[in-house]
């Protein structure tokens, strides 16, 4: 047993496996995140997770200017998967598209999804760039799971090829102050968010043809879409997922 005060201070995603006495050599980013920036040494514990084996406790068995080796000692938590829940949105300024990005792993979506829609308007969507926010806020926030940042594709490319049993809950800003709510029903579910432009009128005319499809309101204030995404998670989370 780790004794509780001798818990680890930083938790890191490492692409390794992980299990008892399994020793993970770390990069040169994550040697010197952990020796040099954190001042940990050989014996000083490091929370260590890879989306797959859990949270293990892993003793720093050497420690040299640029590399170093983590050995596992215990598992300190299973793995805890987040609710069968993607976020679809339209990518809009870098900065509000990272924050909607790290929002969704720290609310608990399993997949992130950008879409291109006919209104959006954005930079470059990077998707590795993306993923790593989404690392860094599973780190962050305790997640043993990391959600997967697809690849963008067009909004109507994925509705074409939408998986039968997958609800939609689109959040559609024309029914701002309507009322409209979520249905309770289990299952895959994700939620589609629109771009500062919002949905056009074909897109709207497909999705409410579409059976699995559900239009949502927000309230009565049109949210920019950053404040969206947080507070459709939120909605869905508190009525169908794992709060
Ligand atoms: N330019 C649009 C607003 C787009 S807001 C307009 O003025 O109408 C960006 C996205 O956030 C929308 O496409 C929608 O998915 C979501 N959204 C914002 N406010 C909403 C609300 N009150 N109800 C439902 N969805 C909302």
Known sequence: MV????RAKVRLFVDQPLGQGQSVALSREQAHYLLGVMRLGVGDLV???NGVDGEWQAEVAEAGKKRGILVCVERSASLRMPPDLWLLFAPIKKVRTDFIVEKAAEMG???????????????????????AHAVEAAEQCGGTYVPEVADIARLDRVL????ADRHLMFCDEGLAGEGAGLPHVKG???ILIGPEGGFSDDERARLVRMEQAHAVSLGPR???ADTAAVAALTVWQQALGDW
């Open 160 to 163: 074409a090829e939408w998986p």
């Open 3 to 6: 004794p509780f005060m001798k």
């Open 188 to 190: 895959p579910w994700a």
């Open 109 to 131: 979506a399993a997949r992130i999804f950008p879409v291109q829609t006919a209104f959006t308007n954005s930079e470059r969507t990077r998707r590795d760039r993306l993923q």
């Open 47 to 49: 929370a260590l997770f």
């Open 222 to 224: 049109i949210l920019r």
